[in-house]
């Protein structure tokens, strides 16, 4: 018959998460639970193991940090971390999910010493999927839905962080002239398929570094890192051109486009309500002097 503390280990063994018994130098003392094969690959192999004998360096040192931290705080620690079955040495990584995965760890300190080390269970969650569902979320989240580009909200937190910074930044802001008679004349699909091309025109023109946003419905902003006005009234002039220069295509339809931009220069330490201000009134004076033009204004 099994007594009480039998009982009580059997039922911690079949947890579907695990529990990791270790010690403060990074031993493997016990293991309970982790019947969850789906999410979990059998760790027993790794009981009477060390941290630093069957992985990386680093992450060996991070994970005993972790711990001594929780046993420094004898309070609950949480964490989050990616590991691979792959850089676990010992480890069948056929016997669980392949490729990275993401995990939540909690770590209690425990009251009892392992050959004179202090001791913790840590509790192991693999939250993969929630952990994918919240990157999609927070790219969504600073994506616009049809060009695939930074949308408003990225933008402006972009341009906020750039207003603190001493290095040269030029600021674009382009419309495209008279859009509506697209929608109008060709429909909505055409109108959203300009849009598309429109992007990919600039995008060729511009750098990874630069920040390339929709801030309105036909409205781009554009943020480049490291330029004069003079150089972002070329890169304006460039994309203007290759706007204007080349016809856009609906099915048997094929139509002219033309842009007006404004360009300024962001000041460090301005509000970025000062600096958009300012290139909105210069993409006014392009539409006022007849659109299909570039107009700088530096204050």
Not at 99 to 110: A, N, R
Request: hydrophobic share 35%; aromatic share 8%.
């Amino acid at each position: 018959m099994l007594t009480k503390l039998d009982q009580v280990y059997e039922v911690l063994s079949c947890l579907p998460d695990p529990v990791f018994i270790l010690s403060e130098r990074g031993d493997y003392i016990d293991l309970l639970g982790g019947t969850d094969t789906q999410s979990y690959h059998d760790g027993k192999a790794l009981i009477g193991k060390t941290l630093h004998s069957v992985m990386p360096e680093d992450k060996a040192n991070w994970f005993v940090g972790q711990i001594i931290d929780a046993l420094d705080r004898n309070s609950v620690v949480t964490v989050e971390y990616d590991l691979a079955a792959a850089e676990v040495e010992g480890l069948d990584e056929q016997s669980g999910p392949a490729g990275m995965m993401h995990f939540e760890g909690k770590i209690s300190p425990l009251s009892f010493l392992y050959q004179g080390n202090r001791v913790v269970c840590w509790l192991t969650r693999n939250i993969s999927q929630r952990h994918q569902l919240e990157v999609q979320l927070r790219q969504q989240n600073k994506t616009d839905g049809l060009t695939q580009i930074a949308n408003r909200n990225y933008f402006f937190d972009t341009l906020s962080s750039i207003t603190q910074s001493g290095i040269p930044h030029s600021l674009l802001l382009l419309d495209i002239d008279f859009f509506k008679q697209v929608n109008d004349t060709y429909g909505h699909l055409a109108g959203d398929k300009t849009l598309q091309e429109v992007v990919s025109r600039v995008q060729s023109l511009i750098r990874p570094i630069d920040t390339f946003a929709r801030v309105g419905g036909e409205e781009f902003a554009i943020i480049l890192p490291q330029s004069d006005d003079r150089s972002g009234y070329e890169v304006a002039e460039r994309i203007r051109l290759a706007i204007a220069n080349h016809p856009f295509c609906h099915h048997e339809h094929t139509f002219a486009i033309t842009t007006s931009l404004g360009v300024t220069q962001i000041h460090h330490g301005e509000q970025n309500n000062e600096a958009f201000s300012r290139v909105d009134n210069a993409l006014y004076l392009a539409k006022e002097q007849g659109r299909n033009r570039c107009v700088s204004l530096l204050k």
